[in-house]
């Protein structure tokens, strides 16, 4: 894998992107607290783009099986890059209408980019490397997090948020380039893309082959529990920095989250090996609750940081083994479509959680709103453990062989 070119190419454009977009995070939150007071109003406008992304979701599941995953990537790239313009005019006109609209843009682009991406993975690295090149992926992504939302701090001292979005703006660019570079063997994708064309819908197809996949199911469950933590995040830190009157805190939950993920996603591999993956997500999930609940102590430094540091080693041992059973799992023919659902999926639980955040912080306090969230979490968990048969070997989760 290490030799592979095009995993080079896909690692190095995953870091030059998410370092742009978390400086554009980053952006976006200042903008918000500069012009909106209200946590609740700061949601609605957070939520814009996850909403334009659900719309066009089933279209991008279609069209991302009927042609080749770098097309799908190349394009909605420009379109990412064209995004940041009506950012530019937010700016330079102090109005939350235009960011809107640049929410919309770049949650339309992702709603496209990411299934894809998800689908081409598996068409680069061999079926037993899927696991370490998920969490390659993640690690990049998360170091890029980290350098994005720290750097993005400093440079909000020293220059403005228009210069900051510029600098986003040319990541945008290189990613693009970068991918123009890949060499995606879509032969297999392929013969599949001729019935994709005839077939009669989108999700229509895609609901019988997951009633045959009980893992799969269940693990798309799951991720509800993670989901409940990271629909809230940015509010989340926004109201620990308010609560510790520390605008410094922001950075040290950022990272201290990434560096745990990127441990826990460093050491998935040799933890997975032989073990039943659907224990493992239970296990992560566990933790992941707990890590939630006891935010109700983040008034304290120490405390936040601890919390968000556990929180993070468990989703980065989650993510890349829940990403591996997809990609292993759910034949490639419905890679677009089944990654697009589970993409308009996390946008309507998102929508869902960070309204609900940002209500909650507006009437019944940070406090309670994480007891409340901590508790949920703590009831799937709960649930979905007693509904997993007692019977169920590790054979029985074993991903099939390509």
């Known amino acids: 894998m290490i030799r592979n070119r095009n995993v080079w190419i896909l690692m190095s454009g995953e870091f030059v ?39 066009v979701g089933p279209l991008a599941g279609r069209v991302i099986d009927k042609n080749l995953k770098k097309k799908v990537l190349v394009y909605s790239g420009l379109v990412r890059i064209f995004s940041i313009l009506f950012m530019f005019m937010a700016i330079s ?13 770049i949650g339309i682009s992702a709603a496209f980019y990411f299934p894809a991406l998800q689908a081409a993975i598996p068409l680069i690295v061999k079926n037993e490397e899927l696991l370490s090149i998920n969490g390659l992926h993640m690690n990049v992504a998360t170091i890029a997090r980290i350098a994005g939302t720290s750097i993005a701090g400093i440079l909000l001292i020293t220059i403005s948020l228009f210069n900051l979005y510029f600098f986003t703006l040319l990541s945008y660019i290189l990613i693009l380039l970068g991918t ?77 989250e990434g560096v745990s993920f990127m441990i826990g996603a460093f050491i998935t591999k040799r933890l997975s090996n032989g073990r ?19 935010l109700y102590l983040a008034d304290i430094k120490l405390a936040s940081i601890i919390s968000f540091a556990v929180f993070g080693f468990s989703v980065g041992i989650f993510f890349p083994v829940v990403a591996t059973m997809f990609q292993k799992q759910v034949p490639k023919e419905y890679h677009g479509r089944f990654f697009s659902f589970r993409g308009m999926m996390d946008r309507v639980l998102f929508q869902v959680i960070l309204v609900t955040a940002g209500l909650f912080l507006d009437t019944i306090g940070f406090k309670n709103m994480v007891l409340c969230f901590g508790s949920v979490s703590v009831l799937l968990v709960v649930y979905f453990m007693l509904k997993q048969p007692r019977s169920s070997s590790v054979e029985e989760f074993k991903s099939p062989s390509a």
């Open 180 to 256: 123009l570079f890949l060499e995606i063997d879509e032969t297999k994708a392929l013969s599949a893309k001729h019935t994709v064309k005839n077939s009669t819908g989108g999700f229509s197809e895609l609901m019988p082959l997951l009633k045959t996949m009980p893992q799969v199911v269940m693990a798309l469950f799951l991720l509800l529990v993670p989901t409940l933590f990271l629909g809230s995040f940015n509010l989340m830190v926004l109201e620990i920095s308010e609560l510790q009157d520390d605008s410094s805190i922001k950075g040290w939950l950022y990272t201290a």
């Open 93 to 105: 006109y102090d109005q939350v209408a235009w960011m809107v609209v640049y929410m919309v843009v």
């Open 276 to 294: 039943n993956p659907v224990k493992i997500l239970n296990a992560c999930a566990v933790i992941i609750a707990a890590a939630h609940l006891s």
């Open 17 to 55: 992107a998410g370092f742009g977009m978390w400086l554009g995070v980053i952006g976006n939150l200042e903008f918000l607290q500069q012009l909106v007071p209200s946590d609740f109003h700061k949601s609605l406008i957070l939520l814009a783009g996850m909403f334009a992304g659900l719309l």
